[in-house]
């Protein structure tokens, strides 16, 4: 997987704002510098903003002001409510959505191929690569997340936290400079999500470059290169996980109830 | 019953329809309203008889009889179903067509050194297969009248026609004439010169039973829901003697007459087909031909028609129930137009459902100029008959792409228009049924396809419509068993498939119920099938086993 010398600049947020088309802003000038081989995780209360910064950033959600750098090279920009992209800026944005991989909540496997296909489906499809090295890829992929001997089986009959795991696979088979995770084991059992969180672990130490938007405190101290708290559409408090949650700002103690 | 052979008798065209009255007069309305002008109205039916396919390209104005001696055929007009003893087909092999008006052109035809073939279509739309092109001559007991000369010239008359008055045979003391029916309902056929005849004797309308087809007012009359019936000499004396316990009065009245149809300004045409005809007339070619069809009447002899040497009627020339009818070709007819009707739906339903996909992709785009054409072509489609549209393609579209200039353009064949109308019309429920799907695919993952970089058109090949296709599977079989239904509407525009030959068949020699029965059976095997395939490609689908061909990437075994 793609290895970052730690501190290179990977994503460059700067200023985003986005409103819903009722007007009410929902993401009130955001700047972000993600660092390669870093894991950021988003924390904050339900409704700050945190997963639809996290769709901005691939560009499923629209914004209406600021920028994304990807490496110094700007990716996004904001548009105006009810631009309708030319094909350039289409094409853009599909390049961005290469280079930047997605895991969701909702896991959002295609249920009607088998797990391999699952995995297949970007390197061969969108980045065109010839079906036997395609197909490399993808085994390498699931091999990493432990579910190589799965390849064949659909993903309906792998329970929530391997189908998760398959997501994570199908997300760096993609060879992407940075993975989103949105909220990724909040659909999952209990039981299940230790598995997710260990697959996320080791592509840590492998130094993958990682946004996560999570609510499990204690997971986030353990993953996380830096902590960022966001409230009200803002990002009002970043830092190492030590700092931010020895601080007795009023919305660190409120979140983890202290 | 019976007219007797010494009064005119005549009805023209038999005009039937099976199942979809209503319809027709929907039909009429729209042609006349599109059409513009329009012979006055009468019903229609068709047949096939024909390749579909046989269009003439068309001569200027005075010309076509150089094009028709060139080309060695004579096309024309006539309407086979419910026709006889005018036009129907051959009970002994229902390919072939027969009928007095047959043999009267097939005789015309050897004079002018041509062939002959006849053009089914309806009947009500005879002219207007006639202005499009499609045939040069259209003769089918079209009555000669002021309205119908405004936009046809005729030929001279072949057939001098009454109106006849038939009765239950227990009626027969009470009512003697036409004034003792005063009061009561009198059944007719929908459009014929019998409505103009009754609205001249003083009938309200609401007592003028009209119906699209020659058989039914005499069945309405058997079974007692009116108590007389009135039709041209000719049906009556096929028609009405055919069903016992009916009695046709002898005397006939409100004489007119039959004669062919040409476009206007085709003089040379007029002039060789008048003087065959008149050859014909004089020499007792035709008056052989009428008795030998039983139509023979005295009063032929006062538009010029000599008897000619006497000669037996046809045992053809009355409905002798199934006399000669064999039922082994019949079968095998049936099962020939079954082809017909598989085909169209082989051909249409594939195309409904990929022209439906465009529409429904149209529909949820956010480009306005892309979603309104494909909401309005929905509403109207699906708001309108298909049996409507038929017409209009077929009948309508021709005169108006010869209005604003695109000649003969627009004049299809039969076979090409039933599918078009078909996938078009199937296209608009279609649409709704991919916009269904599609909207059950959940929202999620479009977005994981996205993610991944996806084109939206690749997001909707390779993961949208593949799992979408496995959700409208059943309503789309659904769709399929009801086109093969629907597929029998074509037959209003000759196309031979099951309803067109079943009902030609049955009502030439009216055991329509037989026939129609048979033809039943053959769509229920027929849906049958249709529906065990689809359900089990469903099955099939739902055990996740079958990844379509080149929507998936590989497996590993």
């Not at chain 1, 947020?13 to 390669?36: A, E, S």
């Not at chain 2, 207007?128 to 309205?147: F, I, P, S």
């Not at chain 2, 309405?220 to 108590?227: I, M």
């Not at chain 2, 769509?523 to 065990?532: G, I, Q």
């Amino acid at each position: 997987m793609s290895r970052e010398p730690a501190g290179e600049v990977i994503l460059e947020v700067q200023g985003l704002r986005k409103r819903w088309p009722d007007g009410r802003v929902v993401l009130d000038g955001i700047d972000l510098t993600v660092t390669g081989a870093d894991v950021f995780v988003l924390l904050g209360p339900n409704g700050c903003g945190k997963s639809t910064f996290l769709r901005c950033l691939n560009r499923l959600e629209d914004y209406q002001e600021g920028r994304v750098l990807l490496r110094g090279e700007p990716v996004s920009c904001g548009w105006p409510a009810g631009h309708m992209p030319s094909r350039q800026e289409q094409a853009a944005v599909a390049r961005l959505r290469q280079r930047v991989g997605m895991v969701f909540q909702q896991l959002n496997l295609f249920p009607h191929v088998d797990v391999l296909a699952n995995v297949m489906m970007g390197p061969l499809h969108v980045l065109r690569k010839p079906r036997a090295q395609a197909q490399e890829i993808a085994l390498a992929a699931l091999r990493k997340v432990g579910l190589e001997e799965r390849a064949a089986d659909r993903p309906g009959s792998l329970s929530g936290g391997q189908q998760q795991r398959v997501a994570i696979a199908r997300a760096i088979a993609m060879a992407p400079e940075l993975i989103l995770f949105d909220e990724p084991t909040s659909a999952l059992d209990p039981l299940l999500v230790r598995e997710v969180f260990q697959v996320i672990r080791e592509l840590a130490s492998d130094g993958m470059t990682m946004l996560l938007v999570t609510h499990d405190l204690d997971f986030a101290r353990d993953v996380a290169d830096r902590i960022l708290f966001m409230d009200a559409g803002r990002i009002a408090l970043s830092g190492p996980p030590d700092q931010i949650f020895a601080s007795d700002h009023p919305l660190v103690r409120r979140f983890t109830g202290g | 019953m019976l007219a007797g052979g010494s009064s005119d008798r005549m009805r023209r065209v038999p005009r039937s329809r099976s199942g979809r009255w209503p319809l027709a007069t929907a039909l009429l309305v729209a042609l006349l309203a599109c059409g513009a002008q329009q012979p006055p109205p009468a019903p229609d039916d068709a047949a096939a008889w024909a390749p579909v396919a046989t269009i003439p390209p068309r001569a200027a104005a005075g010309t076509s009889l150089r094009r028709i001696q060139d080309e060695g055929v004579l096309r024309w007009g006539v309407d086979p179903a419910g026709g006889a003893p005018f036009a129907m087909p051959d009970p002994r092999d229902p390919r072939r067509l027969v009928g007095f008006e047959i043999e009267l052109v097939d005789r015309l035809a050897q004079h002018l050194g041509v062939r002959s073939e006849p053009v089914p279509g309806d009947w009500l739309a005879l002219i207007d297969n006639l202005k499009a092109g499609r045939t040069d001559l259209a003769l089918n007991g079209l009555e000669v009248g002021a309205a119908r000369a405004e936009v046809v010239d005729f030929t001279v008359p072949y057939y001098r026609y009454g109106q006849q008055l038939t009765i239950r045979a227990a009626d027969r003391e009470r009512y003697g004439s036409l004034a003792d029916l005063a009061g009561r309902r009198v059944s007719v056929l929908n459009g014929s010169a019998s409505v103009e005849v009754l609205l001249a004797a003083g009938w309200p309308e609401e007592r003028i039973a009209q119906y699209d087809d020659s058989l039914a007012p005499y069945v309405e009359l058997e079974n007692g829901r009116v108590d007389g019936s009135l039709a041209e000499s000719i049906i009556a004396g096929y028609y009405a003697a055919g069903i016992p316990g009916l009695y046709s009065l002898p005397e006939t009245f409100s004489p007119g007459e039959y004669a062919g149809a040409l476009r206007k300004g085709e003089p040379e045409l007029r002039a060789a087909i008048d003087a065959a005809l008149a050859r014909m007339k004089q020499d007792g070619e035709l008056g052989r031909i009428y008795q030998r069809w039983g139509v023979w009447s005295e009063q032929q002899a006062e538009i010029g028609i000599a008897r000619g040497p006497e000669v037996a009627k046809l045992a053809l020339a009355s409905p002798g129930a199934d006399a000669g009818l064999d039922w082994g070709l019949v079968l095998r007819e049936l099962a020939v137009a079954t082809g017909a009707t598989i085909l169209l739906t082989a051909i249409s339903m594939p195309l409904a459902v990929l022209f439906g996909l465009g529409l429904a992709l149209m529909d949820r785009s956010r480009r306005p100029w892309l979603a309104w054409p494909a909401k309005i072509y929905t509403q109207v489609v699906r708001g309108t008959p298909l049996l409507v549209q038929i017409f209009l393609v077929y009948y309508t579209l021709p005169v108006l792409g010869e209005a604003i200039g695109l000649g003969k353009a627009l004049v299809w064949p039969a076979f090409a228009v039933g599918i078009l109308c078909l996938a078009g019309n199937y296209a608009a429920y279609e649409a709704e049924i991919h916009r269904a799907g599609l909207d059950a695919v959940p929202r999620g993952q479009r977005e994981a396809a996205l993610s991944l970089g996806m084109t939206p058109g690749q997001s909707l090949r390779l993961v949208e419509l593949p799992q979408s296709f496995r959700i409208i599977l059943p309503p789309i079989v659904n769709d399929l068993v009801a086109m093969i239904k629907d597929t029998s509407l074509v037959y209003v525009i000759g196309v031979r498939e099951l309803t067109a030959v079943a009902l030609g068949i049955g009502k030439a020699r009216l055991i329509v119920p037989q026939l129609l029965v048979a033809a039943a059976a053959f769509y229920l095997a027929v849906s049958l099938v249709a529906d065990r395939i689809g359900k089990r490609v469903e099955a099939r689908l739902r055990r996740g086993g079958t990844p379509k061909a080149g929507l998936e990437p590989g497996r590993l075994h």
